[in-house]
């Protein structure tokens, strides 16, 4: 049989957890063809099931000077890792193996062995039950020691160790039940609040609250709310660039006007597009980076747009920023396009589409703020590229 046969036997093998038999395998196979790639690291998978830490560091050195910079030498680098306690450098390089193959089962399920002994248990699971999937539902987790009790990276040895490394004894965490009350509840509202898109509905309820003021204030007009004789329009609105440089206190109205609406339609087609937009964006990016995103572009598109304003024009509305968090997430897919693969490509292909159509309804509608919303788009892409969040975590 040629090498590549019994690499293929040896990793149907390892999948069921017959660790020795694919062990055997990929020995057969680097008898080959000692340049075989594939079978050094399987004998370095499988030699970390038999705890064999000797093997393993002979077959990672060799997988990584026969193949350098590549998914196979960054996974022989993070098993070698790995087994040394070098958890963050392991992370590291398991985050260049899925950018370079995310078709990895072993590489998902090493990446939830480490998060086990860091004590990050929810993160593991999802990392197993990936690496299941990929490996039709094989249990991988099998092929790697038990999880220690509380291996801190601070106590990580640099060496490959020849057996397990007892770690220096820690203090146990506190039991659920002893902790403070108020710790208990933090825990469980942000354990409740994970996936809860709370700054997109909270911007929304404000900008909700403003709105209903301002119609109070405007006698119930529902389709034109902006009365001069309203005081949070006449305090609140952007006014034109000349205005506010003969008087820089009135610079805070680029903040203001993003929470104020002219009517009904106006406010509830920008909440509509916050909300569609807003919940995915921000579970991509998280609540903070979120916000910054949010607010940064709101301000940037204000500015853009200040600068076409007349000396008796004004503007107001959230849609800078809501153009901003949709440019953040067309720019996200364009930046990890590689990484998450065909999937990538289709939701940039209906970016795209979405916003020729925002594009052409912002130019064809009169009394829209068009470098308000292409100065809000530019700004959120361009904010993306420093904020977009790391996908070896997510």
Known sequence: MDARALIEKGDALLKEARAREAAAEY???????????????????????????????????????????????????????????????????????????????????????????????????????????????????KLFPPVNPAVPEVFATPVMPSAPVAPPPQPTARPWGQRPAAERVAVRARFATRNV?????????????????????????????????????????????????????????????????????????????????????????????????????GIIAGVAQAFFLGADGFALGASGAIFGIFGAFGAFFLLYRRVLGPAANVMLGQWLFWLLINIMFTVGYPGIGIADHIGGLLAGMALATFLAPSLGRR
């Not at 985050?95 to 860091?118: M, N």
């Not at 949070?232 to 006014?239: F, S």
């Not at 995915?280 to 609540?287: A, M, P, R």
């Open 27 to 141: 020995a057969r196979a680097a008898q080959v063809d000692p340049n075989a790639v594939g079978a050094h690291l399987g004998l370095a998978e499988a030699n970390v099931a038999l705890g064999q830490y000797n093997i393993v560091a002979m077959a990672c050195q060799a997988v990584q000077r026969l193949a350098p910079n590549t998914a196979d030498a960054f996974l022989a680098q993070a098993i070698d890792a790995a087994l040394a306690q070098r958890y963050a450098e392991a992370l590291a390089a398991l985050d260049r193996v899925t950018e370079l193959d995310p078709t990895r089962a072993y590489a998902y399920a090493l990446r939830g062995f480490v998060l086990r002994q860091l004590r990050q248990n929810y993160d593991a699971a999802l990392a197993e039950s990936k690496a299941a999937r990929m490996s039709g539902s094989h249990d991988l987790v």
């Open 197 to 297: 898109p709370i700054v997109t509905f909270t911007l929304m309820i404000i900008n909700v609250a403003v709105y209903l003021v301002c119609l109070a204030l405007s006698g119930f007009d529902l389709f034109n709310t902006a009365h001069i004789d309203n005081p949070i329009y006449l305090y609140g609105v952007e006014l034109g660039l000349p205005y506010m440089q003969q008087d820089p206190t009135q610079w805070y109205r680029i903040f203001t006007a993003m929470f104020l609406h002219a009517s009904i339609y106006h406010i509830g087609l920008n909440m509509l597009s916050l909300y569609f937009v807003g919940v995915v964006t921000e579970q991509i990016f998280g609540h903070w980076r979120f916000l910054v995103i949010y607010l940064a572009s």
